[in-house]
């Protein structure tokens, strides 16, 4: 694997191979490439580097260009094909190897921070399963959490959107045991929260779930997440247009101070409701 974490035969590796192949067999710099196909010097160097796969169209000029018929073209396809069909895939090994996660959540508590009565009850919302598969999904699920113990436990901040506090669950009790979890974990030393208010109004993640991956090569990558489908994002430009969003919100979030006591709060008035009056 690569430092642009592509394997040597992957397709996108193939085809920012062929890209600065075919740079260097012409003798051109960037520069006199970047005039010949009227595209920006900096965009040309970060399809060479793999930072991005770029367009259909950009492999197309560089065809002409190098005279290379349709060979950039297809492999341009085929580094895509390979893109769309790896885009529920690898996740789960990004996150094994992160050592710090960034993460908003929309409208459901994180998995890293759910207990198990709640995580069941979401997935149950994820279709159809017998009771033993879900078990086993809700295993899978808090063996997750392992990460956020120990001696190399991750460095972990998460966003909540103020509506994932506001959402309960049926079951009372296991709503009040969600809360009462995340008070807990809002005070690990490893653990940050902050509460996004209502009162912010729209901004550019209100209706997307993303998670920032710090890994130990320096690398970041990012999962962006809506209610319809998942992608892991790699390509440096869409990685850090996603990471100043967060930035963004972050800084209009409530402070972790303010947002334990809203957690505590709202704790507090689930457990009032919750308990029956004396008569």
């Not at 005039?35 to 160097?45: A, C, F, I, M, V």
């Not at 049926?170 to 008070?183: F, N, R, T």
């Not at 005070?187 to 993303?210: D, K, R, T």
């Amino acid at each position: 694997m690569d430092g642009n974490g592509d394997d040597g035969l992957s397709a996108r590796a193939v085809y920012r191979n062929e890209l600065l192949r075919q740079r260097e067999r012409s003798g051109w710099t960037l520069a006199e490439l970047s005039e010949r196909t009227k595209y920006d010097g900096s965009y040309l160097q970060r399809l060479e580097k793999g930072g991005r796969l770029g367009s259909v169209d950009a492999a197309g000029m560089l065809d002409r260009t190098y005279g290379t018929g349709e060979l950039l073209s297809h492999l341009w396809r085929l580094a895509k094909r390979e893109a769309g069909a790896n885009r529920y895939e690898g996740f789960s090994e990004v996150e094994a190897e992160a050592t710090g996660i960034h993460e908003f959540s929309v409208s459901t508590v994180p998995g890293l921070l759910q207990t198990p009565g709640y995580a069941e009850t979401v997935l149950r919302f994820d279709g159809p399963a017998s009771e033993e598969v879900l078990a086993e999904q809700v295993q899978a699920r808090m063996a997750r959490q392992d990460r956020l113990t120990g001696l190399k436990a991750l460095q972990y901040r998460g966003l909540l959107d103020e509506s994932v506090i506001h959402r309960p669950v049926p079951d009372s009790q296991v709503w009040g045991d969600q809360l009462a979890h995340l008070v807990q974990v809002a005070q690990e030393p490893n653990i940050s929260l902050q509460i996004v208010p209502f009162g912010i109004g729209p901004h550019a993640l209100v209706f997307n779930a993303v998670q920032l991956l710090w890994l130990p090569s320096g690398r970041t990558v990012a999962y962006f997440e809506n209610i319809w489908s998942g992608q892991l994002v790699q390509e440096i430009e869409d990685v850090e247009r996603l990471r100043l969003a967060y930035d963004l919100l972050r800084d209009a979030a409530l402070s972790t101070a303010d947002s334990l006591a809203l957690l505590r709060t709202t704790l507090e008035d689930h457990t009032s409701c919750a308990t029956p009056r004396q008569t």
